[in-house]
């Protein structure tokens, strides 16, 4: 094998060195520059898109509080808006309730005035016709006519209590 020759180790050994330099030359000079530029921008890329997540979280949070804060207040708008209109509702009612006893109230003092009218008007009818009925009988039984006041102050005497 000729790699193992001794005679040929010297320039092996200086292609080596020179393949040996130029790589390291080239990887040095032109392929870690170019890794390592490659890296920054990727390390920067990275660094750049946390800052803007920790910013955007950072706004997010603030929208979200926001967002609380007016739920909350809307919240409590409703529940006044409840409390006003459940007290505006009760006060209305009890208007109205005081209105219709009012008008019953009324309504019922004029039918115990149309009811004892109506008392008084029948109860001079059932005098009057008391007082025919006893003309009648009268002029059938007995010959003697009476006059009606006669006639009404016996009823009226029987109508006060008993007859002594």
Do not use: C, H
Not at 84 to 113: G, P, Q, R, Y
């Amino acid at each position: 094998m000729p790699q193992l020759n001794p005679e040929f180790f010297v320039s092996q050994l200086f292609w080596l060195v020179v393949t040996f330099s130029f790589l390291l030359f080239f990887l040095w000079k032109i392929s870690l520059p170019r890794i390592s530029k490659v890296l920054e921008k990727r390390q920067n890329i990275i660094s750049n898109d946390i800052e803007t997540a920790k910013k955007l979280q950072t706004e997010a949070e603030q929208i979200q509080n926001e967002i609380d804060r007016q739920l909350t207040s809307a919240r409590d708008q409703a529940s006044n808006i409840i409390k006003k209109s459940n007290l505006k509702l009760k006060n209305t009612f009890a208007k109205e309730l005081s209105k219709i006893d009012n008008d019953l109230s009324k309504k019922i003092d004029e039918t115990s005035v149309i009811i004892e009218n109506n008392k008084k008007d029948s109860l001079n009818k059932i005098s009057n016709q008391i007082l025919e009925i006893t003309k009648l009988i009268t002029a059938k039984l007995s010959s003697v006519s009476f006059n009606d006041k006669e006639i009404k102050a016996s009823i009226t005497k029987a109508q006060s209590g008993p007859i002594n």
